[in-house]
């Protein structure tokens, strides 16, 4: 049996399911400052027991160490859990700053193998698209990512920050069992046509970075993040923004405390109330976090809450965009 609450459960596509919050293991390689190696792997196996069952890395995550640490950390548990990983962007070990695009087939397949081997596992349960690459049909990457289900090498496929018109072409080729994007009280994008083309064609949404990359938590101190933290370029926590930012936060410190919630946890509430399809995957280095985030799960929210949160929450509210560059955001 799993300590503590009861997950719910979400619908995948593909036929498959899993727990309500699932477990984002970037920060425990890189982009979020120095994370002690031990530490994560307690984090990522207490999840397990605690029962997390989908777990979030990528080929480029460290770059290309994260899905090692993940394999290692779930050895002995593989069975008890889906693991996703994403491929589709370019790293340089050898220069961290280096970005790029390949969503050609060979590539595809070249990537399955090097996140198989890395994860010391024969099958990956979600294969995500990290981001279309717009110098390839996204029809020759889903083709590559069939046969790679076709071939056994993967359970499911999914898209990561798509819009809608570019999911349905790729789900006319193969199911797409889910979407990942960044959801969130203060990013809501997704709410205008991903959502509803996701619920059309019976596909979840992943949401990742229910917690605002840590600002919703309000203990985020961005004057103290470490230089090469990747959240001090987020145009969102840049001195021009954080002042608005910030007020929308006391928002929502102000109505968890009325609600007798921790900011974090009523953030991660609201993007579970979004519906039986959305599963949050937040990101934490930490057992403790861990655990106040999956108490949050078992919040229900009543329609006077969410009414509450959708007047002070509304699409847009953030100052700011999410990302420095859209250069690689399908839209
Ligand atoms: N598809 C994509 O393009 C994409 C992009 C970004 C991320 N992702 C995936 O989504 C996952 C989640 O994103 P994210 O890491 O930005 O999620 P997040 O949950 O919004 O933010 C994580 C940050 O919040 C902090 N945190 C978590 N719980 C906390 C708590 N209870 N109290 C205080 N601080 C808390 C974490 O620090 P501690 O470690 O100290 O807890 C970490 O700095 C990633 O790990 C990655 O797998 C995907």
């Known amino acids: 049996m799993p300590e503590g609450p009861v997950l719910p459960r979400r619908r995948l596509g593909g036929g498959l399911d899993c727990a309500a919050v699932g477990l984002g293991c970037m920060g ?14 307690r984090t990522i196996q207490a999840a397990v027991d605690a029962g997390v069952t989908l777990f979030d890395t990528a080929d480029v995550y460290g770059p290309f160490t994260n899905e090692e640490l993940l394999g290692r950390a779930l050895r002995g548990r593989r069975d008890r859990v889906l693991i996703s990983t994403k491929a589709g962007q370019l790293r340089r070990a050898d220069d961290p700053s280096f970005r790029g695009l390949d969503g050609s087939p060979e590539h595809i397949r070249r990537a399955c193998e090097d996140s198989l081997r890395r994860l010391g596992v024969e099958t990956v349960d979600l294969y995500v698209l990290h981001r279309v690459d717009r110098k390839v049909p996204v029809e020759e990457t889903m083709g590559a990512m069939a046969g790679l289900v076709a071939a056994g090498k993967v359970r499911a496929v999914g898209l990561s920050e798509v819009r809608a018109s570019t999911l349905r072409r790729a789900a006319a080729v193969h199911p797409v069992a889910l979407v990942q994007s960044e959801y969130s009280l203060w990013s809501r994008d997704v709410e205008d046509e991903v959502l509803p083309a996701l619920r059309e064609l019976g596909a979840a949404l992943v949401g990742y970075a229910p917690l605002g990359r840590g600002f919703l938590t309000g203990r985020l101190d961005v004057d103290a993040l470490a230089d090469d933290d990747y959240r001090r370029g987020l145009p969102r926590l840049r001195p021009e923004n954080l002042g608005h930012n910030e007020k929308v936060l006391h928002a929502l410190v102000r109505l968890a405390g009325e609600w007798g919630m921790t900011p974090a946890g009523l953030a991660l509430a609201w993007v579970l109330a979004q519906g039986p399809d959305v599963v949050a995957i937040t990101g934490t280095t930490s057992p403790t976090h861990l655990a106040e985030n999956l108490a949050a799960a078992a919040v229900e929210l009543s329609k006077e809450q969410l009414t509450a949160l959708d007047r002070e929450f509304p699409p847009g509210v953030a100052a700011g965009d ?3 560059s859209r250069a690689t955001i399908d839209g």
């Open 28 to 41: 425990m390689s890189e982009f979020y400052g120095p994370a002690d190696q031990a530490e994560s792997v």
């Open 322 to 324: 999410r990302y420095a």
